[in-house]
């Protein structure tokens, strides 16, 4: 198993840039969430969504969009892309269960925007 | 809404043990779970309270005090490899297993020899 695949792990745009920060997952798993990591601010939610067709807004949406169209992908997408986007963006996926279930991380986007 | 503090840096000696707090400020939550984050790396799941009182886990142990808004991660037998961040998060309420979490800032604990 790949378990959360991210691509690409590094990118560099400019100002005004749009572009799709893909995720994939090979699990089966129901729930998928984007994060934004920021020195001193922890893990932010962006998105996140409990199936295919079902998304919703998590801390810090603007400026991103997402759409589940499948179970496997997640894909996160910057329209017009800002310095203060700049950030290393976590995917991550977890099984639907009766309780809570341990969330699992892919490797990160490293992403600079000048 | 919720609010969770962490200390933002740590610092242990090899062979000892360490206590890293997480205290909340919330309407409530589901769980609240560890997560362990080496740098450049992605974090990777440690433990998870739902109910008051202490889970234990190899050298890993995780307390939860809901009455006191109170969590802490105690390590023990410290090796170099324990250097990392611990990140802090709860499940808020009434969203279920959704893979909605609030994450804390996160504790960088450097482990000296």
């Known amino acids: 198993n790949a378990g959360v695949t991210q691509t690409p792990k590094f990118q560099v745009l400019k100002t005004g840039q749009s572009m799709t920060l893909q995720c994939a997952q090979d699990?089966?798993?129901?729930?998928m969430s984007w994060y934004r990591q920021d020195p001193g601010m922890g893990l932010r939610l962006i998105h996140y969504s409990v199936g295919a067709g079902i998304t919703d807004q998590g801390e810090v949406p603007n400026g991103y969009n997402v759409s589940r169209s499948t179970t496997e992908d997640f894909p996160l997408r910057l329209l017009s892309a800002a310095p203060s986007q700049t950030s290393v963006y976590f995917c991550?996926?977890?099984?639907?269960?009766?309780?809570?279930?341990?969330?699992?991380f892919g490797d990160g986007t490293r992403l600079s925007i000048l | 809404g919720q609010n969770i503090d962490q200390p933002t840096e740590m610092t242990a000696t090899e062979g000892a043990i360490v206590q890293i707090n997480c205290t909340y400020q919330t309407s409530g939550f589901n769980g609240l779970f560890w997560y362990q984050q080496h740098a450049g790396e992605a974090p990777t799941f440690l433990s998870y309270?739902?109910?008051?009182g202490l889970e234990e886990k190899g050298r890993f142990s995780s307390f939860l005090s809901r009455s006191k808004g109170y969590s802490y991660l105690l390590l023990k037998e410290l090796q170099m490899k324990d250097s990392a961040s611990y990140l802090c998060?709860?499940?808020?309420?009434?969203?279920?297993?959704?893979?909605?979490?609030?994450f804390g800032q996160g504790t960088t604990l450097q482990v000296k020899p």
């Open positions: 699990m089966n798993h129901e729930y």
């Open positions: 309270n739902v109910l008051d």
């Open positions: 998060a709860v499940s808020p309420p009434r969203s279920g297993n959704t893979g909605k979490l609030i």
């Open positions: 991550a996926s977890s099984p639907r269960r009766d309780s809570d279930q341990p969330q699992h």
